[in-house]
């Protein structure tokens, strides 16, 4: 489903080029779960943000779901992003002045896709907030803002799906609710995930854990 090979991210400074991601290759299984750890700053968030066609490789090459983004134009790579990549971010990243079904619609009308409203209550209820429909991000505590970011990034039932410590901001409690979650649905769809976090047991639930420091990837090891 993801398949990388020699990838690099270099950006230009004043004292020369600094190597973020260091000729990579990585392989990814339909369905399988992977957790990536690593300390700040070793590139783990910047590899996650070229996986999902959000910032490009310097070099290097990177397939998903048999798609070169290579060869994508922008515009292409923007449509493919609609059906194909499902994100959920630590900051939840909610449209404020929507309500959560607004919210978790937003992906099906942007491609142009039918039934969104049914479509967008029947993953609410998937989350366990079918009774929060009409509230808005500010009237939801964080696990159920979440939540509401978790059903907008699988509604449109894409192959993949990256998350990026998402129960950094939950308390510990309402963070495992929310990881019971991402990783039940992810199974239960045959979804592909990487799950970026700092927490080792976390990564540990997935399929594999793959260890980045210094933008270089270290070992890897089954769950």
């Given at each position: 489903?993801i398949?990388?090979?020699?990838?690099?991210?270099t950006?230009?400074?004043?004292?020369?080029?600094?190597?973020i991601?260091?000729?990579l290759?990585?392989?990814?299984?339909?369905?399988?779960?992977?957790?990536?750890?690593?300390?700040s700053?070793?590139?783990?968030?910047?590899?996650?943000m070229?996986?999902a066609?959000?910032?490009?490789?310097?070099?290097?090459?990177?397939q998903?779901?048999?798609?070169?983004?290579?060869?994508?134009s922008?515009?292409?790579?923007?449509?493919?992003r609609?059906t194909?990549?499902?994100i959920?971010?630590?900051?939840?990243?909610?449209?404020?002045?929507?309500?959560?079904?607004?919210?978790?619609?937003?992906?099906?009308?942007?491609?142009?896709q039918?039934?969104?409203?049914?479509?967008?209550?029947?993953?609410?209820?998937?989350?366990?907030l079918?009774?929060?429909?009409?509230?808005?991000?500010?009237?939801?505590?964080?696990?159920?803002?979440?939540?509401?970011?978790?059903a907008?990034?699988?509604?449109?039932?894409?192959?993949?799906?990256?998350a990026?410590?998402?129960?950094?901001?939950?308390d510990?409690?309402?963070?495992?609710?929310v990881?019971?979650?991402?990783?039940?649905?992810?199974k239960?769809?045959?979804?592909?995930?990487?799950?970026?976090?700092?927490?080792?047991?976390?990564?540990?639930?997935?399929?594999?854990?793959?260890?980045?420091?210094?933008?270089?990837?270290?070992a890897?090891?089954?769950?």
């Amino acid at each position: 489903m993801i398949e990388v090979q020699n990838l690099t991210v270099t950006l230009p400074s004043r004292a020369g080029n600094v190597n973020i991601l260091r000729g990579l290759d990585v392989t990814v299984a339909p369905g399988e779960a992977v957790g990536l750890i690593g300390p700040s700053g070793s590139g783990k968030t910047t590899l996650l943000m070229v996986l999902a066609g959000l910032e490009p490789a310097t070099s290097g090459s990177v397939q998903i779901a048999g798609h070169d983004y290579g060869q994508m134009s922008e515009d292409a790579l923007a449509r493919f992003r609609r059906t194909h990549v499902g994100i959920v971010f630590q900051s939840f990243h909610l449209v404020p002045t929507m309500t959560a079904l607004e919210n978790v619609m937003l992906p099906l009308e942007l491609a142009s896709q039918p039934e969104a409203p049914e479509r967008a209550a029947k993953m609410l209820a998937e989350v366990g907030l079918a009774d929060r429909h009409d509230h808005y991000p500010t009237q939801m505590s964080g696990g159920e803002q979440q939540r509401v970011a978790l059903a907008r990034a699988l509604v449109a039932n894409p192959p993949v799906l990256f998350a990026d410590e998402p129960t950094g901001n939950l308390d510990q409690k309402t963070g495992q609710a929310v990881m019971d979650l991402i990783l039940g649905l992810a199974k239960e769809r045959g979804t592909t995930l990487v799950l970026i976090t700092h927490d080792k047991n976390l990564a540990q639930r997935c399929d594999r854990t793959l260890t980045m420091q210094d933008g270089c990837l270290q070992a890897a090891q089954g769950a």
